[in-house]
């Protein structure tokens, strides 16, 4: 479309064949109105799985289910106000330490 609109095509008209120096576009206009169509159907595949998701999806029962690093990961499932139920937890290292003595995971709040 950028390059039909720096080639002089005029934007929203539905018809241009009254202009033969624009008919050498016909075959990119249909490209790129298919392409629009298929990423609009593509949408409904996002929706359907948001909404399965929602309803039929699994529940976390993990707090932290890939192992992460990071403060985030130490707060409940169903958090109350103030995310954490105590103090808010002491950090001991970056987010971004991992394998360290033999281990994969060590979250932030663990002073090894």
């Known amino acids: 479309m950028h390059y039909m609109g720096l080639a ?3 934007r929203r008209y ?3 064949s009254p202009w033969e120096s624009f008919n050498k ?3 990119l206009n249909r490209f790129i109105t298919v392409i629009a169509m298929i990423v609009f159907a593509a949408q409904f595949l996002f929706l359907i799985n948001f909404f399965y998701s929602i309803w039929k ?3 976390v029962m993990n707090p932290n289910p890939w192992g ?3 403060l985030e990961w130490t707060t409940p499932i169903l958090p ?3 995310n954490w139920p105590e103090n808010i937890p002491e950090v001991y290292r970056g987010p971004y330490e991992y394998s360290k003595d ?3 995971h060590i979250p932030q709040t663990e002073a090894v």
């Open 8 to 10: 002089g095509l005029p």
């Open 102 to 104: 033999g281990k994969d």
């Open 25 to 27: 576009f016909d075959g």
């Open 80 to 82: 109350g106000h103030g």
């Open 68 to 70: 992460a690093n990071t």
């Open 14 to 16: 539905y018809d241009f």
């Open 57 to 59: 999806g699994r529940k």
